[in-house]
């Protein structure tokens, strides 16, 4: 029996006593983490905000399967905050369509949620109306005319029925009871509430598609306005991808068990006091990229070394050769290698051992010291 055919649903329950210890502390680090970035200036803290953000967008996706070009979400992102961050690549429309989702839902969380509004979400996910090969309907609930809407594994003919979600007709009424609650006074903990409106709307699962980023993005919503911030510091999708497995393992056994929801909540705000430690990380490197900026505030680089110097201090993946330089900087590998020599002249880049066709080039700021054996 899953969770939803109970008769007592969606009358949720959970353990006040098992969970006050964790949500204390989560709140606790929450404050600590929001009163840290105020101490940071306007620059910082909006750098900090373009990399949650982004790692938010790609890793919710991710998590569903959908590999993002990372350097177009960060575009698309920054242009809407408005912030330089110099050469922009041009998005395509679905990277477009989950920022313009996760922007609206961190922007506008004290505005309330409504099917229009989800309705809007589900469109910019799916702006062509299918999703891969797959003709959806988008912008609406489910119809269920090809079938059950399943959560399976596993191949043809040998599939593993996760779950199963409420059948078509019920989804009127089940989108109403949820939206009513979500939007009311009450006075559950808004980080509580997130957790919950989370797993109640996957467990809906109200359309063809998209549920679990559209999940993640009403509870980044509810996090944000329990913050009453705008401004994001911590990704829970990043961590959830990170947790992939227990966090379906959770899921399944949450959906085919009681109205207890204990399980659950502990599990989700476990997860995001995780969270808050990779914050850390990227903290860390915002301030390495501002050093490395009053460093060499005076040096005259040029737009294309500007572009790959960004590139470096966001966390280069791979090793940076002159070939690689000349794609990203859209210049021959003559003019590639000119500016890496440049570079290095100021003592900002550096060979990493190797050479020949294989040289490759590190930031001196990130180099590990060499060490001698003898």
């Known amino acids: ?44 803290r909006a750098e900090a905000v373009l990399r949650t953000l982004t790692e938010e967008v790609v ?41 313009e989702m996760m922007l609206d839902a961190v922007r506008n969380h004290n505005d309330p949620l409504t099917k229009e509004r989800l309705f809007e979400w589900h469109t910019s996910l799916f702006p062509t109306g299918r ?13 269920d005319l090809s079938g059950p809407m399943q959560v399976v594994s596993g ?28 939007n009311s006074d009450d006075n559950i903990d808004l980080v509580l509430k997130a957790g919950i409106a989370h797993l109640w709307f996957v467990t809906i699962h109200p359309f063809d598609d998209g549920n679990g980023r559209i999940a993640r993005a009403i509870a980044e919503l509810l996090l944000a306005r329990s913050e009453q911030s705008t401004q994001r510091f911590y990704s829970m999708s990043a961590r959830i991808q990170k947790e992939q497995g227990a966090y379906y393992d959770i899921l399944e056994a949450t959906q085919k068990g009681g109205l207890d929801i204990t399980d659950w ?12 430690d990779d914050t850390e990380t990227v903290l860390s490197s915002v301030l390495k990229k501002a050093r490395f900026g009053e460093m060499h505030a005076g040096e005259p680089f040029n737009s294309r070394q500007r572009v790959i110097l960004n590139r470096l201090l966001d966390g280069f993946v791979g090793k940076l050769t002159s070939s690689k330089w000349g794609k990203i ?24 051992p190797g050479g020949g066709r294989s040289t490759s080039y590190v930031l001196k700021f990130d180099a590990k010291p060499t060490i001698l054996v003898r």
């Not at 890793?59 to 920054?78: C, P, T």
């Not at 043809?156 to 059948?167: K, L, S, T």
């Not at 909540?265 to 808050?276: E, N, P, Q, T, Y």
């Not at 003559?334 to 003592?347: F, W, Y």
Request: glycine share 8%; hydrophobic share 40%.
């Open 329 to 352: 900087a859209k210049c021959s590998q003559d003019t590639a290698l000119r500016d890496i020599h440049d570079l290095m002249n100021l003592g900002i880049l550096i060979k990493e």
């Open 59 to 99: 890793q919710s996706s991710e998590i569903e399967g959908e590999i993002l070009d990372r350097e177009q979400v960060r575009s698309s992102i920054a242009r809407r905050l408005g912030m330089d961050i110099g050469a922009l690549i041009p998005p395509d429309r679905n990277v477009e369509g989950v920022v």
């Open 131 to 143: 999703s891969g090969m797959m003709k959806i309907t988008a912008g609406a609930l489910r119809t």
């Open 155 to 182: 191949p043809i003919g040998q599939e593993r029925v996760h779950y199963q979600a409420p059948a078509a007709p019920r989804l009127e009424k089940e989108m109403n009871t949820f939206l009513a609650w979500l």
């Open 265 to 276: 909540i502990k599990w989700f705000l476990s997860c995001l006091d995780r969270a808050f």
């Open 1 to 44: 029996m899953y969770i939803h055919e109970r008769d007592d649903w969606p009358n949720f329950r959970w353990n006040v006593e098992r969970l006050t210890g964790f949500l204390t502390s989560v709140r606790h680090r929450q404050g600590r983490l929001i009163g840290r970035m105020e101490a940071f200036g306007f620059e910082l």
